[in-house]
DNA sequence: GCCCAGGCCATTT
DNA sequence: AAATGGCATGGG
């Protein structure tokens, strides 16, 4: 209950465009999963079930103390980001600003780098809802769990003011938070292990990539310091990671906010909205289009245009 | 049963 | 250079 000591309750007040929902719904991160009215997932090591209301951000956690708490979330979701001023440098044009309105409140996430990548491998050709589930899978079978309560337990309490199953009196029951295998972890795991997990023909690639890792090359954290066409060109010689699983893992865990992923979803929205419907504009023309046109921070241009089309697929149909 | 999914790679034209 | 087909698996 909230009267164990080992509980951490908190909350943050946000002054920034952020919505919880949009944030860890938009095909960024596939770590965290919905469960009555909060996210549960890890940041890391750190389990923690979120709640969104108005402008502030509700939590529980196995953090030992509110600072590091408080510090976690906020470079996660980049609480300390000006993402008003961010948005006025984005281009005027008529369609992104109506999926900026629309998205209001999204968020470049800052991830892990090796926990964005393996997401990504495990994307391609599979859809948002499937890929948390290998997710979980992985991370139940070789993770770590982390207790949002006391030892023992194994279970996570509500974050405040979350309503609670009182049907027969008992408290709801939430599931345990596990944390993503290291690469260190999955590279002795067989390619049978990953493919038990129900990720085909993509359990090579992760083992692949989690055994180039662990052997320090690439070595992700250091491609932050890295021009992005290096650092993209770096992780592009791990097999099964192309140019778009690069730029999501640039975008989403290594800060180049210029990375631009080029998917089937913004290949149809550039075609139909920036190239008028024409057919066989190829990905390299749009990829360059889309540099010049978006810009500096043309990734969060990208999340707007990608939410938009996702939530709005009538507007792509035909 | 169909179809296709935040792709990538090897193989053909 | 540019267009295929294959790849595993599950959800709609």
């Not at 030992?64 to 510090?71: G, I, K, L, Q, V």
């Not at 470079?75 to 044009?93: M, T, V």
């Not at 993209?232 to 975008?251: F, H, P, S, T, Y």
């Amino acid at each position: 209950m909230s009267s164990d000591p080992k509980l951490l309750e908190g909350s943050i007040a946000v002054s920034q465009p952020f919505d919880l929902d949009v944030c860890l719904n938009s095909g960024q991160a596939f770590a965290w999963f919905q469960r009555e009215n909060a996210w549960l997932g890890a940041i890391r090591q750190t389990a923690f079930a979120l709640r969104q209301e108005k402008d502030r951000l509700f939590y529980h956690t196995s953090a030992p103390s509110f600072p590091e708490s408080d510090a976690l979330l906020r470079h996660y979701f980049a609480l300390d980001d000006d993402y008003e001023k961010i948005r006025r440098r984005l281009p005027r044009d008529p369609f992104l600003r109506s999926a900026m309105r629309f998205g209001a409140g999204l968020r470049i996430l800052r991830q892990d780098p090796w926990e964005c990548l393996a997401g990504f491998i495990l994307s391609s050709a599979k859809q948002i809802v499937h890929i948390r589930q290998i997710w979980q899978e992985v991370a139940r079978r070789w993770g770590m769990p982390l207790e949002l309560r006391g030892e023992g337990e194994g279970v996570a309490q509500p974050p405040p003011a979350v309503k609670k199953n009182t049907a027969g009196g008992g408290c709801a029951t939430w599931l345990p938070v596990y944390s993503f295998p290291d690469p260190d972890k999955m590279a002795v795991l067989s390619e049978a292990d990953l493919r038990s997990c129900g990720m085909g023909f993509r359990a090579p690639y992760l083992l692949h990539a989690a055994q180039q890792i662990a052997g320090g090359e690439p070595d992700l954290a250091s491609l932050r310091n890295l021009p992005v066409e290096k650092a993209r060109e770096k992780l592009m010689r791990l097999r099964g990671v192309g140019q778009k699983i690069a730029d999501c893992a640039l975008l989403f865990s290594l800060g180049k906010n210029e990375a631009f992923p080029v998917d089937t979803w913004i290949l149809r929205v550039l075609r139909r909205v920036y190239f008028r419907n024409k057919r066989r504009v190829r990905p390299a023309r749009l990829r360059s289009f889309a540099a010049g046109h978006f810009g500096p921070h043309g990734g969060l241009a990208q999340q707007y245009l990608f939410h938009y089309a996702r939530m709005h697929p009538h507007f792509l149909a035909r």
